[in-house]
């Protein structure tokens, strides 16, 4: 052990000098994302169509003396994706990290969904952290510089009881499996893709399933909704450099809440 280039423990969790592009940023647990980053020493660029609620949390970063950007992003638009990589790197330098975070559920059984709600849906969970992945290394790749892409799955991914979820079960299974894809493609290149699988976590989206369902808010075994701030040491942990020789990972992080 004493010729070891690695100190005891390896676990720091300092992000300076990185940075990074969290989607989804203007509530809930990409709220949470992007001030964790940013307290972790990270410059961040916080991604969602609601700007207004961006600049706020932009205020409130840059209050407790971090660096952050606010940058209008739709995942569901291409042109749009491609602005706001560029829109991150013009204001803050490459993009070194990602987390695809935005998403959206249906709440809808399958065969009453309208075209438009399966065409957004798809487009939200699958297509646009697809498109952003590969902007984004892109531009590692030319660069020659390794990153770290961490996408935001679902423990719905791993299992579906019928709940009028069939389509996000499906988009989040997706997303897992692009996750351990591109971990192969570009791990020859330093980029480093793994995924956190979350349980039920109380945010925005959470509430908004809760009082469509009618479901009860306590859940799981321990009874009881996750708080975003246990997602904090699993995202660090994912995007530190010490995270370096983990790539094609799902974290499940869900309290024991689904089958095993």
């Known amino acids: 052990m004493s010729d070891t280039p690695f100190p ?26 992007a001030a964790t980053l940013a307290a972790a020493g990270a ?3 916080a991604g969602a169509r609601r700007t ?14 971090g660096r952050a950007v606010a940058v209008a992003l739709d995942v569901t638009d291409a042109g749009s994706i491609v602005d706001a990589v560029q829109q ?28 438009e709600l399966v065409d957004r849906v798809i487009d ?11 902007e984004v290394a892109r531009r590692l790749i030319a660069a020659k510089q390794p990153g770290r892409i ?19 079960s499906v988009t989040k299974a997706a997303v897992i499996r692009m996750t351990e894809a591109l971990s ?6 330093g980029i480093n893709v793994n995924c956190i699988a979350p349980g039920a976590f109380s945010s925005e989206m959470m509430d ?32 530190a450099p010490e995270s370096e020789f983990v790539t094609g990972a799902v974290i499940r992080v869900d309290d024991g809440q689904g089958p095993r």
């Open 43 to 45: 410059a961040v660029a």
């Open 124 to 134: 939200t969970n699958l297509r646009g952290p697809w498109l952003l992945s590969c």
């Open 184 to 189: 192969a493609e570009w791990a020859r290149f």
């Open 88 to 115: 991150a790197e013009d204001q803050l330098g490459p993009v070194t990290s990602l987390v695809n975070n935005a998403g959206i559920p249906d709440a809808q059984y399958a065969t009453r969904m309208p075209l």
């Open 150 to 168: 961490v996408n935001i799955s679902s423990v719905g991914a791993l299992s579906y009881g019928g709940g009028a979820a069939a389509l996000y």
């Open 8 to 33: 005891l423990p390896y676990a720091g969790l300092d992000l300076a000098g990185q940075v990074a592009l969290v989607t989804g940023a203007s509530s809930g647990l990409g709220r949470r994302f």
């Open 208 to 239: 908004g399933m809760l009082s469509r369902l009618g479901a009860a808010s306590e859940v799981g075994p321990r009874r009881r909704l996750g708080d975003p701030a246990q997602l904090d040491s699993t995202i660090l942990y994912l995007l």
């Open 52 to 65: 207004d609620r961006l600049t706020e949390l932009v205020g409130e970063i840059e209050s407790r003396g």
